[in-house]
T-cell receptor
């Protein structure tokens, strides 16, 4: 199984809502990533988890809260978002020792109204 | 200066021609280099990696690396319409376990 899955595919939320994005991989990868991608821009790294511990936080606002419940799952909890947070949110994973060869999920298209 | 620079394009090539995509980087400590392909509305997919100076070939794709000049390129031979996508150059900074993506070059292969 060489797939990273993400749910939901699309999400529309108001600025006062709380929602979560989910990511799952069954490739035995021990590094998992959250990226944000705006239209016609490259992916921007948000968070890196290594062995279920947060290793990199790219100064992301606290309204985004990551969680790694186990080695296969990665969540991104969203609260009090702004319209400018509307974007494609991508999850990726990679093998130990091959952190730059990342497998991406299909993404969640988020719209904040 | 941006860490990783690419011409955003679009780069338009006729079917069957060679497409040449270029990327320059600023961190001389970078040791490995990657090309990801992203179709419109899809997520990025790793297509090539290169670690040492020179050429690396994989099917119709050739990655070229010149560390002295700090550039890496991707050649696509016999370009097909299915190669139409955005190609992202990715370079890990020398001291951090993360990728820095270039802005990407949009390639259009015309019939």
């Amino acid at each position: 199984d060489t797939e990273v899955t993400q749910t939901p595919k699309h999400l529309v939320m108001g600025m006062t809502n709380k929602k979560s994005l989910k990511c799952e991989q069954h490739m035995g990868h021990r590094a998992m990533y959250w990226y944000k991608q705006k239209a016609k821009k490259p992916p921007e790294l948000m968070f890196v988890y290594s062995y279920e511990k947060l290793s990199i936080n790219e100064s992301v606002p606290s309204r985004f809260s990551p969680e790694c419940p186990n080695s296969s799952l990665l969540n991104l909890h969203l609260h009090a978002l702004q319209p400018e947070d509307s974007a494609l949110y991508l999850c990726a994973s990679s093998q130990e020792g091959r952190v730059y060869e990342q497998y991406f999920g299909p993404g969640t298209r988020l719209t904040v109204t | 200066q941006k860490e990783v620079e690419q011409n955003s394009g679009p780069l338009s090539v006729p079917e069957g021609a060679i497409a040449s995509l270029n990327c320059t980087y600023s961190d001389r400590g970078s040791q490995s280099f990657f090309w990801y392909r992203q179709y419109s509305g899809k997520s990025p997919e790793l297509i090539m990696s290169i670690y040492s100076n020179g050429d690396k070939e994989d099917g119709r794709f050739t990655a070229q690396l010149n560390k002295a000049s700090q550039y890496v390129s991707l050649l696509i031979r016999d370009s097909q319409p299915s190669d139409s996508a955005t190609y992202l150059c990715a370079v890990p900074p020398g001291t951090a376990s993360k990728l820095t993506f270039g802005t990407g070059t949009r390639l259009q292969v015309t019939l």
